[in-house]
């Protein structure tokens, strides 16, 4: 390892230690929201399945083995997540170089950035599922240069992980497909490369289905996307005619509830941007929740309420479905093009508050941490964070738009004839994970800020690259150099 390599792990290693001390003085107590009970309650009550994946459930549970401490998860999830980061900074170095200005502008984004701490505090899969993705990605940048067999065993691997961490995983395979097209392996492994990762992920969803029917009647894969599916079509209702007629099976009631909704509240009553791209999921008199609650009402712990979403979630997919198809532009208008704006300056969510605004735990953290009381103490107002995070979503809106001008401009310009086949592919890759992050967004999934972490990372770090091969096109990475010598040197051009 480079000299200047191991100042940037040590102070890293002791910068993120000092940043952790300070930060767990102003918030002892880790952050909670909703999903964070479900996780936990997954444990409690011996669940195989639940609203979330339970891939970081059964992790919070092998953490427990060892220690009840919450400081302790804490700690391990900004390790973990750390780590990751560290290998994506030493592997862009390694790889691709950048001047030392580039190298201390990515060094302080990934290592003096208040994001990842609040991330880590969560007790969410957020921090894990990031790390893993964000080793995935690398692992793929570095199978442009050395494309060995193990760098498909380990993304098969860590795809599959990925997948029980959040379902958000399941477009990693069509990003692995770029991948694999563009590295140099011979045509059986390529294929062998793109089939793998399904032969995790489809498994895990026929298991998932199967404990779903044993649990509520019906094989879903996951109970929240009926949900979403409706709350997605309900965004256009009142600006369509619905011909109750056509309505499929078992959904003519739910029609008059949501027709009865827009009718009898009043505009100023239901503002869809208050909760963006989740209104009718978590507004409690927005359609959805009353309608469970006159069908199943008697809630007495984490099963029967799983039970509950189940039972409905096929009537809301249904419904759902049959709106979005019948009117599609409307769908484009009044959700998608919405949801699109929300995609570049992403709702805070989470980080607009600490622990939904209380300070006070629900009974499964006291349980789950072992806990005296349920009081949660920090230093800081709750809605301080609110302040740290309030340019963040601006902040991802200009790096989208600034990779997407540099990447038109590598492109169009053809600055890519200047550089290697290695960092051209390298840029394709992150083009494609961006695009497929973008669609799965937009179309599948509510956008918040902290869905956003890992692209976040990527604009920044290729942002910076391809600026530097921009501003210096005959500009190469120099792989091997020596104390002090300069990270670049003039190469050929249209270099293979």
Known sequence: MLQAHKRYLWIALAGGLLQFIIFKILYPFPDFISDSYSYMDTNLYHMTVNLWPIGYSRFIALVRLFTPSHTVLVLLQYMILEAALLYFFF??????????????????????????????????????FCAVSLVILTLYLRMFRQPRISHIVVTTLLIGLAFTIRYTAIYYPLTGIVALLLAAYRWPLKIAGIVAPWALIVPFILYTQQQTKAATGTAEFSVFGGWQIANNALYMYEHIEVDTTQLPPGTLELDRMARRYFREVPPEQRVLADIEGTFFIK?????????????????????????????????????????????????????????????????????????????????????WFQLDSDEVRLLPSIYFQGYVFALYPLFFMVMNVYFAGCFLFFCLGGKWRNNSRLF???????????????????????????????????????????????????????????????????????TP
């Open 283 to 367: 507004m409690p008199n927005a359609i959805l929740k009353p309608y469970m609650l006159a069908r199943y009402h008697n809630f007495v712990d984490a099963p029967t309420h799983f039970r509950a979403w189940g039972a409905v979630s096929p009537v809301y997919k249904a419904y759902g479905t049959h709106l979005i198809k019948q009117h599609p532009f409307a769908f484009a208008r009044y959700y998608l093009w919405p949801n699109t704006k929300n995609y570049f300056l992403p709702y805070l969510e989470k980080f607009g508050f600490y622990n939904i605004g209380m300070r006070r735990m629900f009974g499964a953290a006291v349980v």
């Open 91 to 128: 592997s862009l170095l390694r790889l691709y170089g950048l001047p030392r200005w580039g190298q201390r502008v990515l060094f302080i984004f990934l290592f003096f950035n208040p994001l990842f701490l609040y991330l880590a505090n969560c007790v969410l899969s957020d921090a894990l």
């Open 424 to 494: 051209n592919a390298a840029v394709l890759l992150t083009a494609a994970f961006l695009f497929l992050n973008f669609c799965f967004s937009v179309f599948a999934t509510p956008v918040v800020l902290r869905y956003q972490v890992v692209p976040m990372v990527l604009l920044v770090g290729f942002s910076l690259l391809l600026t530097v091969r921009i501003l210096l096109p005959a500009a190469e990475p120099q792989t091997h150099v020596s104390p002090g010598q300069p990270p670049y040197r003039s190469v050929p051009a249209h």
